[in-house]
């Protein structure tokens, strides 16, 4: 098996850890005999996929249209933004105790 790493930052994802993936493929409309390409799978790791959901829309059709894929994704439910700040945090707990949740409160 290949190894896989995200598209932005190169940083390798092991199998089995958290990801976002976007597959592609082309295929021809009305055209006889129908064409279809292999599908290509494209890696953000847990930091890069919340990242670019949260900033600015990218230029050009293709990437707008996979941005709002991966922001989709991003906000339908927390364990991504979790994954992500969880690697931020060197694996620790997210948040060990209720004192450190007021902590993190007062500090944002």
Same mark, same amino acid.
């Given at each position: 098996?290949?190894?896989?790493?995200?598209?932005?930052?190169?940083?390798?994802?092991?199998?089995?850890?958290?990801?976002?993936?976007?597959?592609?493929?082309?295929?021809?409309?009305?055209?006889?005999?129908?064409?279809?390409?292999?599908?290509?799978?494209?890696?953000?790791?847990?930091?890069?996929?919340?990242?670019?959901?949260?900033?600015?829309?990218? %230029?050009?059709? #293709? !990437?707008? &249209? @996979? /941005?709002?894929?991966? *922001?989709?994704?991003?906000?339908? %439910?927390?364990? #991504? !933004?979790? &994954? @992500? /700040?969880?690697?931020? *945090?060197?694996?620790?707990?997210?948040?060990?105790?209720?004192?450190?949740?007021?902590?993190?409160?007062?500090?944002?």
């Amino acid at each position: 098996m290949q190894p896989i790493s995200c598209l932005r930052c190169r940083r390798e994802i092991e199998a089995g850890h958290k990801s976002v993936a976007v597959y592609m493929f082309a295929q021809t409309v009305g055209v006889k005999p129908r064409q279809k390409s292999g599908a290509k799978r494209i890696c953000f790791c847990p930091q890069c996929a919340v990242s670019l959901a949260m900033g600015m829309p990218p %230029e050009g059709a #293709l !990437n707008l &249209a @996979a /941005w709002d894929m991966i *922001r989709d994704i991003v906000s339908a %439910e927390p364990s #991504l !933004n979790y &994954a @992500a /700040w969880e690697s931020l *945090r060197g694996g620790q707990a997210l948040l060990e105790s209720g004192e450190d949740s007021g902590k993190l409160r007062r500090a944002g």
